[in-house]
């Protein structure tokens, strides 16, 4: 009976049911109708209905369709967002009075002209007639003035650009706004891409009341959470905030588009290393992000089709010194610990495609001074420089703290460089992996703050100043972009002079001043100028911004100058 | 009705013990160092938002305060709203609960299914090359983390052979069917849409497995183990001097007692599935709570966190009294036990 039962061999029909069920599925999964599945759950369909719970991949015939992945969670409303991905979002969603340029100037956008008074305190745009926000009423004057009136109100996202530099906006009619500034503002007209406009009359429609805002309720934060109200040149057409944002192409769009443009623009909410390649491998991921390690670009690039980008987004990484902690307070080991590290073994080995920097912003910003010598690996020099220090003799009694960010595991190839030749001259360095959070914690007071840490930090427009601004300004100590307690009276006001400063050229040169400046004291170490690398599908996308890249954060994904050939 | 005092008796101290989480992580996320409102608005928020947020967030109260503010919000369903989605958390996790569920229940599923068979098969083939294939692969199913089993199957089934999605829970070209449930297998079949059904099915395919193989691995020696003790009893030799059928004695007599352990483990690794599968949602791009989750303990989204933490406590208690039930129907000797507890 045993026998005869072990003779019923159970895996043989287990192994036909598990095979018919993968064929099953595989054949019913992905096709219906007209609906066809490539790869990894890339369709094409003729009908092209809207997609819900899915992700990117699927594709009307015909179709343009652009899809890349970014780091999430994404936040589209305009008075709060400030990552690339917001940015990005925002970009192709509204619009502003201006536009930047890679060279840093502005162009008309919604503002086709605009004066400035002859004291530099009033600024008078000029609308264009005829722009059309997405629900199909015209843009006015009474909608910046909203737009900005809310982003102030606010006080998140880029609200920060224009405080205590606006005194008032005024509307005169429906094709003028007037700004009026309480000091002069050299770089006004670059920070003013980031007032992003928004329908006035449709936020308040949605404003939510019992908000922290008074009569304006909530101010439609709810609502432009989830949607938006804007007149860029796309619209969201799906937003599923955990993994997606869906943006088609808006017919009624006021300024030029590249003809091949896509129809749908897709935002992914993901880095995996593995869905990324999968994704782009399959077509169903057209631009990577850029936070794929250096072996992933590798990976990426061997595949049919793809090739890296890889462009200057005017950011840069700064191992940040306390100058008010033992021993990074003293002048002569802050020197020392920049002659510690090899920055052509960082700039391309550990993080390959980047550029040595010339001084302490990107040399792609306008008012970069290119002259200033990059820094160089030094070990005499560093041993000399400890010998002058104050430290010297006593090094051994104060270790220099090193928190490296844990979310970005190509920082501790630096720690462990900087902490082997430091222990070549006898200085100890001690490294600390670090969650950002606790990093954002520990930076807020100085005595908290450790000696060393390692942050990347980007412009918010497109003009050196924006980077010392952030960088060495007295007012943003405490924030995690200004870890060196610098505190420096002298580079406070020529910061403050030089913002104040009209003239371009004039002002570019006062850059340059404050950064040679800052290089003598040395507050950071300008490790290297940062370089976004994007794995993207080149075989059926002109990335024509690539040409010309512009380094302020998001308009390298302006979709409209993105040509892509249908699917 | 003695089992039902037991459940009852079960629910009153699951109580106890949500309440006792709670307070836990309520505070261990309160401690962590961490601004979370400074981490929510950036460096350049101006003082008067973060003060605003401070005080939404009651963080400008001292601790116990803001627990009792959070527990009266919370026990009316309001668990305030998240720093990541700037939305009520209540609503995040209506959107996110049911997916990592319906992957859960998936993998379950798998988990169970796939274990018991190939503990049986394993079993009743003692000590043959299946039985020594089964249990090697048992052994690397258990110590192989989920996370490696999602990419080699992403890899294989997807990147060589395109013979499944790689992301999301529905193909982008097809409409999700009306949300009754939120599982998306349910809701295509309530909606009588047979196409989304079997999409949805296909996508759950490579992530639920990958999910699984840990639980189901355990599940198959589990079984296996128990089987052959069972097979090796006496009362086995005397049915079969019985002539009683072998496929009888197999099924009925010998493995409704064997699965009695693995029932037992199947609860627990059922409510773990809810909490583990944060990678295989991440690689998968698996809009689920798990991943909800982790994305909040790493941005400091203090309600989020807590609400989180709070629903995966409700969901693991649960998942163990209802281990509870179904092994006392298994087997009479504990119903006569609970009855005994209840009393």
Redesign the interface.
Known sequence: ??S???R?T??VP?LSLATAL?L???G???S?GG?E???????V?E??????????????EGKRVLRATFA??L?I?PA?G?DEAASTALVNLYSSLVYPTASGEVQPYVAESWDVSDDHLTYTFHLRKGVKFHDGTELTSADVKFSFERLMA???????LF?GRVASVETPDPYTVIFKLTKPFGPFLSTLPRLYIVNSALVKANEAAGG?YGENGDYG??YL??HDAGSGAYEVEEF????HI?MKKFPDFFAERDPDSPDEFTM???T?A??V???M??G?IDISDQWQTAEAYDALAKLPGVKVAAFADGGQMYLMMNTKKAPTDDLHVRKALSMLLDYDVITKDIFPGTQISHGPVSGVLPGADATIPALSFDLDGAKAELAASKYAGKLDQYPVVFEWTA?VPSEEKIALMLQANAQKVGLNVKIVKT????I???V?KPETTPNLVSIQVAPDYGEAGSMLD?KYSIA?QG???ETEWLGDKEIDSMIADALSTIDTQERLAKYKAIERKVMELLPSIPAFDTVAHHAYRADYITWKQLDDPIPVLGYMFDARFIAVKPH | MSVLGFVYRRILHSIVVLFGLSVLIFLLVRVVPGDPVKLALGPHASGEAVALMRAQLHLDKPLPAQYVYWLADALHGNFGESLQTRRPVSQDIAQYLPATFELALFAGAVMATGGILLGTLSAYRKDSWIDNLVRVLAYLGVVTPAFVFAVLFMLFFSYFEHWFPNSGRLDPNLVAPPRITGLITVDSLLAGDWHAFVNALYHLVLPGVALAMAGLSQQARIVRAALVDYLAQDFVAAHRTYGIPEWKILLRYALKPSLIPGVSILGLDFAALMGNAFLVELIFNWPGLSRYGIEAILQKDVNAVAATVLVLGVVFTAANILVDVVVAGLDPRIRLRMGREAA
């Open positions: 009976m045993r005869a039962l072990r019923r159970l895996w287990l993968v099953v599925l595989q019913c999964g992905g219906s609906t599945t490539g790869g990894g759950g890339a369709s369909s009908t092209g209905g809207a997609a819900s719970e899915g992700q990117a991949g699927g594709a009307a999430w969670p936040k409303d709060i400030t606010i006080g998140q996202g880029f609200s920060y405080k922290a934060m709810a959470n989830a599923d905030i955990a993994t869906t992914i909410g993901t995996e593995s869905t390649r999968t994704g491998a399959n169903t979310e969650p950002w959070t606790t954002i914690e520990h807020s952030i943003n924030s995690w972009q």
